[in-house]
């Protein structure tokens, strides 16, 4: 790829990391989570707990992205946004809760900018980003139909303050800083996200990797051409739930797989699904 060439003269100083991306990343080649371990990923480290649900689901989006070297992930503060400033893709920290906001008027400029390429925004953040603080922007981007995928990356809680309950903790649960129980059941933002006008909606868990990656792949495919997607990935929270990592996935495997898409989301999927199965691809 043309912008992913090493300028000349920098070859002998540029970090082994890089060239490694340059020489063997996922940039422009099509690749998804049943590739992981055959390429160099974008993310090789990260400082999220042992356990972490967060970690897991981070990992497998990255890999499912349909041109990572065309996307710019928009994210806001929480554990995910300690990540990001180690991938290598693309991304902006917004204001807590104004993340769809900075994503909506990003795609616009994008468009009008590089009005013969596609650029693929995504948002990725928290529960509290999402549903609670960030909400009002987060469904009026949905309402405006503007063409971005928001992935919630739902641990139930606000973790990176120390455990305060969210609108999407469930009924009854104790945190470290709501120690009397969640006294309302959890958002259906999924159900919510329909009515609002998205067209595609997916509800997963890393447990599920491949339906992880694929739904993720949908979901920025779909916001392309037809209109706002919304996929919520249920990442367990070790040290706020207090749980040894070795029930991450067990926990993960506790919730409900769902996908919702719109006819026209739904006709534009079984064609350019078909297409790819006909080149041999199969995610
Ligand atoms: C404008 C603003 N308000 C509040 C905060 C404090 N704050 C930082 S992280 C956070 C909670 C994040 O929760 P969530 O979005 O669920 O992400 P998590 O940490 O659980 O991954 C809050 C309230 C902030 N940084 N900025
Ligand atoms: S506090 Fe919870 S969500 Fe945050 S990094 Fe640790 S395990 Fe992950």
């Given amino acids: 790829m043309e912008a992913l060439k090493v300028s000349p003269g920098f070859e002998k100083i540029l970090p082994q990391e890089y060239q490694e991306l340059v020489e063997d990343g996922p940039y422009g080649r099509g690749l998804a989570v049943k590739d992981l371990g055959t390429f160099k990923e974008v993310i090789e480290e990260h400082p999220l707990c042992a356990g972490c649900g967060l970690g897991l689901a981070i990992r497998l989006i990255l890999a499912s992205l349909p041109d990572p070297g065309n996307t710019i992930i928009v994210g806001t503060t929480g554990c995910n946004s300690i990540v990001m400033p180690q991938v290598a893709i693309h991304n902006i920290h917004a204001l807590f809760g104004n993340q769809s906001s900075v994503a909506s008027g990003l795609k616009r400029a994008l468009r009008l900018r590089y009005p ?86 997916a509800t997963v868990t890393p447990a599920r990797a491949r339906r992880l990656g694929q739904m993720a792949k949908r979901a920025i495919l779909i916001a392309r051409d037809i209109g706002p997607t919304y996929v919520q990935i249920f990442c367990p929270c070790s040290t706020n739930y207090k749980f040894p990592p070795s029930e991450t996935l067990k926990r993960a495997k506790e919730t409900e797989i769902t996908e919702y898409m719109s006819p026209e989301a739904q006709e534009f999927i079984e064609k350019i699904e078909k297409e790819s199965q006909s080149r041999g691809g199969k995610e």
């Avoid at 529960?127 to 928001?150: C, K, Q």
């Avoid at 009924?171 to 159900?191: S, T």
């Fill in 116 to 201: 013969d390429k596609t650029k693929d925004v995504v948002v990725i953040a928290g529960d509290g980003g999402v549903a609670d603080i960030g909400l009002a922007p987060t469904m009026h981007s949905w309402f405006r139909r503007e063409n971005i995928t928001t992935i919630m990356l739902d641990n139930e809680g606000y973790s990176n303050t120390g455990g305060q309950e969210s609108g999407m903790t469930r009924q009854g649960v104790v945190v470290n800083m709501a120690p009397v129980g969640k006294k309302f059941p959890k958002i259906p933002l999924h159900e919510i996200a329909k009515a609002a006008g998205c067209a595609y909606v």
